[in-house]
């Protein structure tokens, strides 16, 4: 099984983060969860497969569990590893 470490999708990419591909959707973000690792902010050369899908399921279960503490920007959880967002405003995103 081979890791994803980029993405490209037929959208405008907004930000490339260390593990993260983000997505324009118009008033909402697409965050895609890769499989890219990162430590000491250093984005080592290989993935872990699976990481990213692992990463956003965990993601989308504390949301979702915490939401009616605390309202928080997931819309839904894609595909296992996308997530669409909505964020009030994206100030300090880029």
């Not at 959880?77 to 300090?92: K, P, Q, V, Y």
Request: charged content about 25%.
């Amino acid at each position: 099984m081979d890791a994803v470490i980029e993405t490209s999708l037929p959208l405008p990419l907004y930000q490339r983060g260390k593990v993260r591909d983000v997505y324009d959707v118009g008033k909402e973000l697409l965050i895609v969860s890769t499989d890219r690792i990162s430590a000491f902010d250093f984005v080592l050369p290989s993935g872990v497969p699976e990481k990213g899908r692992v990463l956003n399921q965990m993601s989308a279960f504390w949301f979702r569990k915490t939401s009616h503490l605390l309202p928080n920007h997931l819309v839904e959880s894609i595909e296992d590893t996308g997530a669409l967002e909505r964020f009030g405003s994206r100030m300090g995103l880029k």
